[in-house]
Nanobody
């Protein structure tokens, strides 16, 4: 079992910043990566950032250069620093623990999700 708890969301003006936090616990050893997803109303959940156990990271084109994913393995915590926020970043953000294949450049999400944290960016 894995438990994930997200926090840090809120309302911010366009151009502002927020830092999301995901506290993880449980059987994390089965996975080699953690990811941040987001889901806007009426849209599918999308992967925005992935970080591997060793610290290397990948980003979706929509957030590259603005968002930074990081982790503190000792605390089993993953962060998402979001800068230069845009109204289109408005969504519920979720963290997930999963498996990343460097050969395929593909992240496979596990069935473990947190409750999500709402991010709203006003124009």
């Amino acid at each position: 079992q894995v438990q994930l708890v997200e926090s840090g969301g809120g309302l911010v003006q366009a151009g502002g910043s927020l830092r999301l936090v995901c506290a993880a616990s449980g059987s994390l050893f089965r996975f080699n990566a953690m990811g941040w997803f987001r889901q806007a109303p009426g849209k599918q959940r999308e992967l925005v950032a992935v970080i591997l156990d060793g610290g290397s990271a990948n980003y979706s084109d929509s957030v590259k250069g603005r968002f930074i994913i990081s982790r503190n393995n000792a605390k089993s915590t993953v962060y998402l620093q979001m800068n230069s926020l845009k109204p289109e970043d408005t969504a519920v953000y979720y963290c997930n623990t999963g498996t990343y294949s460097s050969a395929d450049r593909y992240y496979t999400a596990s069935d473990y999700w947190g409750q999500g944290t709402q991010v709203t960016v006003s124009s």
